[in-house]
């Protein structure tokens, strides 16, 4: 149950980091911005709990799939910058 909970608190986290992060948004969409949530909140649930921050069933599990998400978002929008001047309208 707590692989189905990591990922729908993934998909959340995913598109609210979408949100959160700063800057041009890219030509990914809401599949790509779902699929790296979900990557940064496996990863970031699974290292707390392998440091033993907290446990599989703990309440900071949001707040670090949130963290881990908006990381790799971050993490991805550096890797991938676009080298096309924006528009300043």
Do not use: N
Request: glycine content about 16%.
């Amino acid at each position: 149950m707590s692989l189905v909970w990591t990922t729908i608190i993934g998909l959340v986290a995913g598109v609210s980091a979408r949100l959160v992060t700063p800057g041009r948004k890219g030509p990914f969409g809401f599949l790509l911005t779902a699929l790296l949530g979900i990557m940064g909140a496996f990863g970031a649930s699974y290292l707390g709990q392998e440091a033993g921050w907290f446990s599989a069933d703990g309440g900071a599990a949001l707040v670090s799939a949130t963290f881990g998400a908006v990381l790799v978002l971050l993490v991805w929008a550096t890797l991938f910058r676009s080298g096309r001047p924006t528009s300043s309208i």
